[in-house]
Nanobody
Framework: QVQLVESGGGLVQAGGSLRLSCAASGRTFSNYAMGWFRQAPGRVREFVSAINRSGGSTYYADSVKGRFTISRDNAKNTVYLQMNSLSPEETAVYYC???????????????????WGQGTQVTGSS
C-alpha cells in the first residue's frame, strides 16, 4: 500500500514558478512510476506529466512541455513537479498518482493508476 501526500501548491502570479512535492510512504516507492494529473472545476482530470521508476524517462502533456519538469528522488520517496511560466490556465487541483509501468502510452492512462493523494491547489493569477 502506498500513501501519497502532495504539497507546495499556492497562489502565483503570471510568469511565476512553483514546485510541487509528493511524499510517498512505504519502502516500495521505486516499484512505481509516478504521474501528475490536474483537475479544474467543471473539467475532467487531465494528464500533466509522468516519470518512470528509475527516473530515466519523463513524459509531458503538450500544453506544459518546456515549462514543467518532473523529477524523483527515490532515496527520499518523493516526486517533484517544477512549474515555470505559470498562467491562469494552470489553475487546478494537482494530484500525485502511482502505477506500474506497462502497456503503450502508460503514462497518460488515468484509469490504470493505483494510488493518488488528496491533491494540492494551484492558482495562477493574471
Amino acid at each position: 500500500q502506498v500513501q501519497l501526500v502532495e504539497s507546495g501548491g499556492g497562489l502565483v502570479q503570471a510568469g511565476g514558478s512553483l514546485r510541487l512535492s509528493c511524499a510517498a510512504s512505504g519502502r516500495t516507492f521505486s516499484n512505481y512510476a509516478m504521474g501528475w494529473f490536474r483537475q479544474a472545476p467543471g473539467r475532467v482530470r487531465e494528464f500533466v506529466s509522468a516519470i518512470n521508476r528509475s527516473g530515466g524517462s519523463t513524459y509531458y502533456a503538450d500544453s506544459v512541455k518546456g515549462r514543467f519538469t518532473i523529477s524523483r528522488d527515490n532515496a527520499k520517496n518523493t516526486v517533484y513537479l517544477q512549474m515555470n511560466s505559470l498562467s491562469p490556465e494552470e489553475t487546478a487541483v494537482y494530484y500525485c498518482e502511482a502505477r506500474y509501468e506497462y502497456g503503450s502510452s502508460w503514462w497518460r492512462k488515468r484509469d490504470e493508476y493505483l494510488y493518488w493523494g488528496q491533491g494540492t491547489q494551484v492558482t495562477g493569477s493574471s
